[in-house]
């Protein structure tokens, strides 16, 4: 939950102003000096000088004895990482998800890395008049959904690595043919969701049916999470420039960024 301040609410304005501080200091990620805070922060230096004093002995700015920079110190760190570890991305992806199922009218749902592989935990149906049929708890392919795709393509883990040749070796005694030709197709998808940062599945997996899933990624630039939607095949886009793609990559990033996350975007 976020919570909203009134404008006209009572507060303390000197922590307000001094706050004006450290957000030139974490803006800038690398220690400064206090002339350059004071004029990033639009104060005096003397006056700025006195609020570094107090930042300095509660934790939150440390100063470098031999340059006299200052940087963000241990206190701040913990109100960070405090901070991040609140971040829950299925709480946080609830408005997302509705904004973007509103923008693509198209169902769209979210999964994450689970014990038995890429899962769905939230949906939020379109209404349209082809029924998806997903739903919180389904386990999806690796190989054959988007959402499973988008882990294969952006997810680390062993024990990915080790379902995924599973599935492989599944596929290629079903169709009859030589595993290392079925690896080396998926590869080349992997490729192509890699370049456009978004994958994409065109009734591979139900019949009819076409999705895109967009990779969510955390502070720590890990895969966390999946955005994906779907629709009937004759009326969703599955070009990767289509306005249902920029949308996913848009909401993702949006969650991305929510969690944290600072780098460049898996579509950017």
């Known amino acids: ?44 230096a003397a006056k700025a000088h006195r609020y570094m004093v ?36 299925v709480r946080l992806a ?54 499973g795709r988008a882990f294969a393509a952006f997810f680390r883990s062993p024990f990915l690595k ?19 030709t079925v690896r080396r197709q998926l590869e080349k998808t992997l490729t192509e969701i890699r370049a456009h940062g978004i994958s994409r599945a065109t009734g591979s997996l139900t019949p009819g049916i076409n999705g895109f899933s967009a990779p969510v990624f955390d502070h720590t630039g890990t895969m966390v999470a999946a955005i994906t939607s779907l629709g009937s095949v004759g009326d969703f886009d599955v070009e990767w420039d289509s306005p249902v793609a920029k949308a996913m990559l848009a909401a993702a990033d949006q969650l991305s960024r929510r969690l944290g996350y600072q780098g460049v975007s898996a579509g950017g």
Not at 22 to 43: E, T, Y
Not at 62 to 70: F, H, I, L, V
Not at 168 to 177: C, H
């Open 54 to 89: 107090s930042f300095m002995r509660i934790g939150l700015v440390e100063q470098d004895s031999a340059s006299g920079r200052y940087d963000l110190g241990s206190y701040a760190l913990d109100l960070g990482l405090a901070g991040l570890g609140r971040l829950d991305p």
């Open 94 to 147: 609830g408005p997302i998800l509705e904004n973007l199922c509103e923008e693509i009218q198209e169902t769209v749902a979210l999964g994450v890395w689970g014990n038995r592989g890429a899962t769905i935990v939230r949906i939020v149906d379109a209404g349209a008049p082809v029924t998806i049929t997903l739903r919180a708890g389904t386990v999806l392919s690796l190989c054959k959904s988007a959402t």
């Open 162 to 180: 080790q379902m995924l040749d599973d599935e492989l070796r599944a596929t290629a005694e079903s169709g009859k043919t030589a595993i290392t």
């Open 1 to 44: 939950m976020i919570t909203k301040v009134a404008g006209d609410r009572q507060g303390i304005q000197s922590i307000e102003v001094g706050f004006r501080l450290l957000r030139v200091l974490a803006a800038a990620n690398r220690p400064m000096m206090l002339r350059d805070i004071a004029k990033g922060a639009g104060m005096p």
